[in-house]
């Protein structure tokens, strides 16, 4: 990926497994950030392909547009939270889920009919925002507005919010940015149970006892190259990797 004469992210190659967590770790500036947004639609790569294997289908995820990406299953979170404050924490689940049961509903005109399937499809809606408050231990502030909740919590409910897209694949951006210990043991649980539930995850997290506590792969990028790509306990012992975060240490 360039900006202009800058090359943010140069011959990256790696794979995200079926089912496994993948970190993508990197001193500031490395390019991680810009990997997400090319992997998620936000930036067209300049040079390169990028596919998800999903459901016996290769879809080359380069040339589509954010929304069909997210169609074909890839989810995001962000740095900023990106929630709608004044919405419940529930809305903001079914928001979330608009998309399918327009589909489910003939976009609309059936519910307009009466057609038996909109109340079907809006329970399975509801039922799938439950079910993810309740995996976020936030079914009791259900009713309660976003913007009212605790830090943590809205850290939470953005990750439910993308799992209730049923994603093949999701992208975490510093997930635990901001989270108190307790809330970042809790958060590392989640990801696992994520995980364990067939969802491929993709992250970027600086919080190291994250990445080494529950990483498959680690991915290592530095001044936008991949200098590394292995197991946690690998990549802990990696020279270049050592000396990548030493020499951020030194400019800091
Ligand atoms: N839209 C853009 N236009 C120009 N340059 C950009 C753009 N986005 C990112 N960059 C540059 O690309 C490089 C990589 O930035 P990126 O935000 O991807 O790094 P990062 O690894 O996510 O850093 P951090 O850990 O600080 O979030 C930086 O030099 C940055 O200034």
Known sequence: MRFGGLTAVNAVSFAAERGAITAIIGPNGAGKTTLFNCITGFYRPSEGA????HEGRDTA???????KIARAGVARTFQNIRLFQGMTALE???VAQHNRLMAATGFGIGAVLGLSRYPAAERDAIDRA???LEMTALLDRADDPAGSLPYGAQRRLEIARAMCTEPALLCLDEPAAG???RESEALSALLRSIRDGGCSLLLIEHDMSVVMGISD????LDHGAKIADAAPAVIRADARVIAAY???????
Do not use: F, M, S
Request: hydrophobic share 40%; proline share 3%.
């Open 179 to 181: 989270l108190n210990p």
């Open 130 to 132: 439950r079910h993810w």
């Open 50 to 53: 990028i596919t998800l294997h």
């Open 246 to 252: 030493l020499g951020e240490g030194d400019e800091e």
């Open 92 to 94: 903001n689940l079914l």
């Open 61 to 67: 995820l380069h040339r589509l547009a954010g929304h």
């Open 217 to 220: 792969r680690i991915v290592v």
